[in-house]
């Protein structure tokens, strides 16, 4: 497991040599993402601001995961690492694809999926 935490990838496409850091905590969750789901999946690496970078992964089976990471090269360092997995974006054929788990829609909706009422749309007095 201690080769694991030692990942790293050197970015010589901007001329650097800098090493990247895996974090061991991603990989090690990856890994066992694309284990219990087929062995092989799609990932979309998607910046989200000042948290850093989201890397969203669909199994080979459809099902969701992600992973936050400091960085894009984090995220690419990590798709690098992993076997099985290839760098995509959201077109047509992988939406379709998808295939939430059980409940994962009421997870995602958070406090709005246990409210009883909800209050009239903003827009109705357009229709």
């Given at each position: 497991?201690?080769?694991?935490?030692?990942?790293?990838?050197?970015?010589?496409?901007?001329?650097?040599?800098?090493?990247?850091?895996?974090?061991?905590?991603?990989?090690?969750?990856?890994?066992?993402?694309?284990?219990?789901?087929?062995?092989?999946?799609?990932?979309?690496?998607?910046?989200?601001?000042?948290?850093?970078?989201?890397?969203?992964?669909?199994?080979?089976?459809?099902?969701?995961?992600?992973?936050?990471?400091?960085?894009?090269?984090?995220?690419?360092?990590?798709?690098?690492?992993?076997?099985?997995?290839?760098?995509?974006?959201?077109?047509?054929?992988?939406?379709?694809?998808?295939?939430?788990?059980?409940?994962?829609?009421?997870?995602?909706?958070?406090?709005?999926?246990?409210?009883?009422r909800f209050p009239k749309a903003r827009n109705a007095a357009m229709e």
């Amino acid at each position: 497991m201690a080769t694991e935490a030692e990942n790293t990838t050197s970015d010589t496409d901007a001329g650097t040599d800098t090493k990247v850091k895996v974090p061991p905590h991603a990989l090690s969750a990856i890994k066992a993402f694309v284990g219990e789901h087929g062995g092989t999946g799609n990932v979309v690496i998607q910046p989200i601001g000042r948290v850093g970078t989201r890397v969203t992964l669909v199994g080979a089976d459809g099902v969701l995961g992600d992973q936050v990471v400091e960085n894009n090269d984090i995220a690419h360092a990590l798709v690098d690492a992993v076997d099985g997995l290839t760098e995509s974006e959201w077109d047509r054929e992988l939406v379709s694809s998808v295939n939430p788990a059980r409940g994962h829609y009421r997870k995602m909706a958070g406090w709005v999926a246990r409210q009883t009422r909800f209050p009239k749309a903003r827009n109705a007095a357009m229709e």
